[in-house]
């Protein structure tokens, strides 16, 4: 089994910062993307950031210049540092690890709990 357990979540003040962590565990032999995706009440989930295995990102247009992802792949854990906060990201963050097993066949898509980042005055 593949457990991913998320932190850091939290309320801030808009203009501060945010550090989330999401370290997975298990029956892991190889992770290939690790992400983070949000979701606002009433709102679809969307993906905020993304790192793969050799280090490439990507980030939704609205956090590239405030956000960063990294990656330490001995640990298994993804970062979100999270700057110059606006209420607009307030959400529910979750993580997301794409995996593959021992004796798995493909990779699978594993989701964290969530976390909840709150950014109001």
């Known amino acids: 089994q593949v457990q991913l357990v998320e932190s850091g979540g939290g309320l801030v003040q808009p203009g501060g910062s945010l550090r989330l962590s999401c370290a997975a565990s298990?029956?892991?032999?190889?992770?290939?993307?690790m992400g983070w995706y949000r979701q606002a009440p009433g709102k679809q989930r969307e993906l905020v950031a993304i790192?793969?295995?050799?280090?490439?990102?990507n980030y939704l247009g609205s956090v590239k210049d405030r956000f960063t992802i990294s990656r330490d792949n001995a640990k298994n854990t993804v970062y979100l540092q999270m700057n110059s906060l606006k209420p607009e990201d307030t959400a529910v963050y979750y993580c997301?690890?794409?995996?593959?097993?021992?004796?798995?066949?493909?990779?699978?898509?594993?989701w964290g709990q969530g976390t909840q980042v709150t950014v109001s005055s």
């Open positions: 298990g029956n892991i032999f190889n992770i290939n993307a």
């Open positions: 790192v793969l295995s050799g280090g490439s990102t």
């Open positions: 997301l690890a794409n995996i593959r097993s021992f004796k798995g066949w493909d990779n699978k898509d594993y």
